[in-house]
């Protein structure tokens, strides 16, 4: 079993919609998460970073995290056709903090 | 502020030959990692390094070779290139620890596309 779980998609969203990502872990020890987003044919870049459970807000982007069932989320609101791309969930725990697992990613389109 | 610099951004090899990935960061970061991108296997870790001197395996490591002489730089070595290390390499940095306040998140470079005949 991988450690994270991320459904590959692709997602495909009118513009303005709101999407919503999902990833699921394996392990309880892990306390830190991550969302990158990837444009194709570039690096990951670091979009929200987290500390165990609860919401953290950062413009239209929501992260969530649940350790009771071990479910990570990401929500676009206002989706625009710039946020195309893939998103990547990540996690670790803190006996190795900075070893971080990565989901395989999802692919979103926003269609205009 | 440059961030992580990889190069080459592309590589042809062929099967038998070696050659060294660079990597390079400007922010002090102590952690510093090596991964892979394959199409539907997401990023794979080869190896990490957490400070001059010091470096561990991923979990993909045979067929690759680390150093970190630098905080700065962590080269990664292809022994014999093989049609399977066809990929497209990522290196990422980041602080070390966890001191409150501080983002731990990594910072990637922009990746080096490689491929094997």
């Known amino acids: 079993q991988k450690e994270v779980e991320q459904d590959p998609g692709p997602l495909s969203v009118p513009e303005g919609a709101i999407v919503s990502l999902n990833c699921t872990y394996s392990?309880?020890?892990?306390?830190?998460f991550m969302w990158y987003r990837q444009y194709s044919r570039k690096g990951p870049e670091l979009l929200m970073y987290?500390?165990?459970?609860g919401n953290k807000e950062d413009g239209r982007f929501t992260a969530q995290v649940d350790k009771s069932s071990k479910y990570i989320s990401l929500f676009i609101r206002d989706s625009q056709p710039s946020d195309s791309a893939t998103y990547l969930c990540?996690?670790?725990?803190?006996?190795?903090?900075?070893?971080?697992?990565f989901g395989s990613g999802t692919k979103l389109n926003v269609k205009p | 502020n440059a961030g992580v610099t990889q190069t080459p951004k592309f590589q042809v090899l062929k099967t038998g030959q070696s050659m060294t990935l660079q990597c390079a960061q400007d922010?002090?970061?102590?952690?510093m990692s090596w991964y892979r991108q394959d199409p539907g296997m997401g990023l794979r870790l080869i190896h990490y390094?957490?400070?001059?001197?010091?470096?561990d395996q991923g979990e993909v490591p045979n067929g690759y070779n680390v150093s970190r002489s630098t905080t700065e730089d962590f080269p990664l070595r292809l022994l014999s290139a093989a049609p399977s290390q066809t990929s497209v390499y990522f290196c990422?940095?980041?602080?070390?620890?966890?001191?409150?306040?501080?983002?731990?998140?990594?910072?990637f470079g922009s990746g080096t596309r490689l491929t094997v005949v």
């Open positions: 990540a996690t670790s725990a803190a006996y190795n903090f900075n070893k971080f697992y």
């Open positions: 392990n309880s020890a892990f306390q830190y």
């Open positions: 987290t500390y165990s459970s």
């Open positions: 922010m002090n970061h102590e952690y």
């Open positions: 390094s957490v400070g001059a001197g010091i470096t």
């Open positions: 990422a940095s980041s602080y070390l620890g966890q001191e409150r306040g501080r983002n731990y998140g990594y910072t």
